[in-house]
């Protein structure tokens, strides 16, 4: 599916944003020990699952630094 326009992507940024933030302001300590999925040995904590999701964004990130290199390089 394709946003309308670039604006619909800035304002689902917007709100991803937003609501992320209100998500791990009310985390605690001992959130980040809570297992989130059982299906792996050993099963998968809140606080591991925040750290493979903030790795998969920052190679996202770069992914779109490269893809603007290329668009400025012509």
């Not at 604006?7 to 020990?33: C, I, N």
């Not at 779109?64 to 290199?69: E, I, N, P, S």
Request: overall charge negative; hydrophobic content about 40%; glycine content about 8%.
């Amino acid at each position: 599916m394709r946003p309308e326009n670039a604006q619909a992507l800035v304002d689902y940024y917007g709100a991803v944003s937003a609501r992320t933030r209100s998500f791990l302001a009310g985390l605690g300590p001992t959130d980040l020990d809570r297992v989130v999925d059982e299906r792996w040995d050993p099963p998968v904590t809140l606080g591991v699952r925040l750290v493979s999701v903030a790795e998969d964004d920052l190679q996202h990130v770069g992914q779109a630094a490269y893809v603007r290199g290329l668009i400025e390089a012509d």
